[in-house]
């Protein structure tokens, strides 16, 4: 990679494909899915550094490191986002891939990264995952293309309510980044010379306390079947507030708001969070090889509660 | 011609080739000195081999064709799958008497599995019914992959066992004792009922909460194989030793061997042999494949180093006026003293000695000859082997018996496999280092085997969706279960060395052992390889 623009507007300029941290441009290239050329950002100021403003809000660059948001310091107040950093793709890969990368990605549908097969998302007629094989793809079927969100940082980041910076326009929230999922051709919403800049972080809740689980085959290492992140407020005893992120299993990443409905203002116990974790699903559409996933999205979610609520000690049951 | 190529058979990768394109096998050199791993999928020429020559042949320059990933994994070859049915009946004694096995493997358009085959080799019945059929498709050729057949078999076999003893309310180790008579497994079943793994197994089924523990056994025979034809030369340059025979070392550590085995007989250490491999200039040597290449190389190796004392003894004598001079072990003995080794090492011309495998003593074997009891069809494929692979199947089975400890995640589906215990009775371990490597490797890929690995084709056009290490999973080192190796050193005494391979040994058992360990833990039994979490959740729910 030749060295890259030194500022936005140069970067705006060019033509080719952003490169962050590289660990799925690179893949890409070699498979000649991107036709490049990359477009190296390291160089950018503005896209780098973290810091807090005098609400407590924190923006974070885009190109900060997943390893430096599992364990920055200044990011200790979001500790869902810390765990579902940590517990992402590899050290090596968490160590050069970075935010803005991680929710730009492409998705990792095996249709999509076969250089010889056509489908939507690489301006195809169709979809060969819906009557292939689509054991690892979606079981909300919101639109033409199958395949599942593969952001686990996006899935946390709404349910911080996060926003994003775009180069030149006004913050807007997480969610827009990705639409509801029906167009078939994109995995995010930024188009040629959209450059997101950084994430910013609302002030931090008091307290927090959180859960990342992700089911997978094996211990690490693995895109995730379901993934699901909590964050809790408990305080006299009951659910404060509630923030339920679910990943894998749609074209977009979602959150359950029936769910954090459910918890809110409830008990954290194991009857509370089982009957609010059967609702996540209840809009599930599988598709012939996923029905597995809806039965799975419940217990991923009373996981990531249960972990979010280990240390909820007796003495403050009591 | 020279070819430069990753190979499990170099020489008779030159053999091959000449025959393809019409040149003396002298007139090809293969070269294959580092070879990253073989598993079975290097063992013939191929067909970028054939691309590469025809185009270096036709534009008069060197050509090299490198696969990339994605094509390697579509077209490089692959372990086969199979659909087994196994049925035995079980007299009210609890005695096998009847065994059927009926395998239809999936090799794509490759033929010639033999799986249901291996069945007979491990527990006697009056009655056998076992039948291999290939079902041919449109997919591309699989390929041998370390035991070819053996793990399949194993799962289905090892499984059946297991429930039979489930059924009939029997320890499992206690009715393989009974049914199996190998020698030196029953030796391995004494180890393995005393093992704190097997002792702290649960009833099956009584296991509950989220997280479920089980602890499961399976055993496994393999052949002693060793090949005819080749040669090996031990000899003295500028006061080295050198080893040297055109085997290749596909990462099971045959240099290591070599050298191991040339070093202790002049009591030096392996860092003062060097090893020459890899390449068809040296002595013929035999292919990486089936186990077999210490049980070729070790007797080879061992043979041509007396000659080489002895000579050696015999220069340094006349040299040095020695009278009475005679060697062992030790060094040259003579009237005046004894030369040790290293001494006569410093001093020694160049010279090198070749041998051949010597036979073996079937007088120091209370082992029947192989493949006793399989009828025409054994004797058949004894001469079969001999004839055209120079495959011989020595005397003894090798044995081995794994016990796998699991949690099992009920409510996510994920299955860990915690202590995996390997017992392996291969005679003696030429290399302890190599031996324990290459056996826990046999334990991670059986991991493997059991929960993650699997090739997906599009069920349309039959592309490989499994392309890449993304989408084909193996195990990873937090996957990796805590090994503990045991290794029965008896039974090949009538082989020089003492001892014969156990690479495919290593991990023949290791699935079905796992899969055991599953229904231990859950009372639910997995058929479907690999066990992965959707397909657990719905044998749970089911």
Redesign the interface.
């Given at each position: 990679v030749s060295a890259g623009p030194e500022n936005l507007d140069a970067a705006a300029a060019l033509a080719g494909e952003y490169r962050a941290g590289g660990t799925d441009l690179q893949h890409r290239l070699r498979r000649r899915i991107s036709s490049g050329p990359p477009i190296d950002l390291a160089a950018v100021p503005d896209l780098h550094g973290i810091g807090a403003d005098e609400t407590g809000a924190v923006r974070i660059g885009a190109l900060t490191t997943i390893a430096a948001l599992a364990t920055e310091p200044k990011l200790a107040a979001y500790p869902a986002l810390a765990q579902a950093a940590a517990a992402l793709a590899t050290p090596q890969i968490r160590a050069v891939g970075t935010l803005g990368g991680n929710l730009l990605q492409r998705n990792r549908c095996w249709y999509f990264r076969d250089p010889d097969t056509a489908c939507f998302r690489k301006g195809g007629p169709s979809c060969p995952a819906r009557d292939g094989n689509h054991l690892y793809h979606a079981c909300f079927d919101r639109g033409p293309c199958i395949a599942v969100h593969p952001s686990t940082l996006a899935m946390t980041l709404l349910t911080y309510d996060a926003t994003v910076e775009i180069a030149g326009r006004p913050a807007r929230p997480v969610q827009d980044l990705y639409g509801d999922g029906s167009d078939p051709h994109r995995d995010h919403q930024l188009g040629a010379g959209e450059i997101l800049t950084a994430v910013r972080m609302p002030a931090p809740m008091p307290n927090e306390r959180a859960g990342y689980v992700r089911a997978t085959s094996r211990a690490l290492a693995e895109w995730p079947l379901v993934e699901a992140v909590v964050r809790l407020r408990i305080a006299d005893g009951a659910i404060a507030s509630a923030g339920v992120g679910l990943g894998g299993v749609a074209p977009v990443p979602l959150r359950c708001r029936a769910v954090e409905a459910a918890l809110t203002g409830r008990p954290p116990s194991e009857s509370v969070f089982a009957q609010a974790a059967a609702l996540a699903a209840a809009d599930a559409r599988p598709l012939p090889m996923t029905g597995y996933k809806v039965g799975l999205i419940a217990s991923t979610i009373v996981a990531a509660l249960e972990r979010a609520a280990q240390g909820w000690s007796s003495t403050a049951r009591g | 011609l020279t070819v430069h190529v990753s190979t499990q058979a170099a020489a008779e990768l030159s053999r091959l080739i000449g025959r393809r394109f019409g040149l003396h096998p002298d007139r090809v050199r293969v070269v294959a000195e580092h070879v990253g791993g073989g598993f079975g999928a290097k063992l013939t020429l191929t067909p970028e081999t054939v691309a590469a020559i025809t185009l270096a042949r036709a534009a008069r320059a060197p050509v090299r064709v490198a696969l990339?990933r994605?094509d390697e994994m579509s077209v490089g070859g692959y372990r086969p799958g199979a659909a087994l049915d196994v049925a035995m009946l079980v007299s009210r004694t609890g005695s096998l008497r009847a065994l059927q096995l009926h395998a239809d493997g999936d090799a794509g358009i490759a033929v010639g599995s033999q799986i249901a085959m291996q069945a007979r080799l491990l527990y006697p019945a009056e009655a056998k019914d076992l039948l291999d059929y290939d079902v041919v498709s449109h997919l591309p050729p699989g390929a041998p992959f370390r035991g070819p057949g053996g793990p399949l078999m194993a799962w289905a076999l090892e499984q059946a066992v297991d429930e039979a003893a489930h059924r009939l309310g029997d320890d499992p180790i206690a009715l393989r004792r009974r049914w199996d008579p190998h020698p030196q497994r029953q030796r391995l079943y004494a180890w393995a009922e005393q093992l704190e793994l097997w002792r702290s197994r649960p009833e099956t089924g009584r296991e509950t909460g989220r997280l479920r523990r089980g602890v499961g056994v399976a055993a496994a025979n393999w052949l002693y194989f060793f090949q005819t034809d080749c040669e090996l030369e031990v000899g003295i340059e500028n006061r080295r030793l050198y080893v040297a025979t055109a085997v290749q070392d596909i990462g099971t550590g045959i240099r290591s061997v070599l050298a191991q085995t040339v070093a202790a007989a002049f009591g030096a250490q392996p860092a003062d042999v060097d090893v020459r491999l890899g390449d068809t200039v040296l002595a013929r040597g035999p292919t990486s494949g089936s186990s077999r290449t210490s049980a070729t190389l070790v007797p080879a190796a061992l043979l041509a180093a007396v000659r080489l004392q002895q000579r050696l003894a015999r220069e340094l004598g006349q040299r040095q006026e020695l009278r009475e001079a005679h060697c062992d072990d030790a060094g040259i003995h003579h009237a005046g003293g004894l030369i040790a080794w290293p001494d006569a090492l410093a001093s020694a011309p160049d010279m090198a000695e070749r041998a051949r495998r010597p036979a073996d003593d079937p007088s120091r074997s209370s082992a029947p000859p192989p493949l006793a009891g399989t009828g025409l069809i054994g004797w058949a494929n004894t001469l079969l082997f001999r004839l055209l692979l120079k495959l011989g199947i020595g005397r003894g089975y090798t044995g081995a018996v794994h016990v796998a400890e699991v949690e099992v995640d009920t409510?996510?589906?994920?299955t860990?496999v915690l202590r995996v215990a390997g017992g392996l009775a291969a005679g003696r371990i030429a290399s302890p280092a190599l031996a324990r490597s290459q056996c826990c490797g046999g334990i991670i890929q059986g991991v493997g085997y059991a929960?993650?690995e699997q090739r997906?084709?599009?069920?349309?056009d039959g592309?490989v969706?499994?392309?890449?290490l993304?989408?084909y999973?193996i195990?990873?080192i937090?996957?990796a279960p805590e090994i503990a190796l045991h290794f029965e050193q008896f039974g090949f005494a009538h082989v020089a060395g003492g001892g014969v391979g156990l690479s495919e040994l290593s991990t023949l058992a290791v699935a079905a052992s796992i899969g055991n360990a599953v229904h231990n833990a859950t009372g639910w039994r997995p058929y479907d390889l690999?066990i992965?979490?959707?397909r657990l959740?719905?044998g749970l729910?089911s």
């Open positions: - | 990339d994605h409510a996510l589906g994920r860990r929960l993650y997906v084709n599009d069920p349309h592309r969706l499994t392309a890449g993304e989408d999973r195990p990873g937090a996957d690999p992965r979490p959707d959740l719905a729910a």
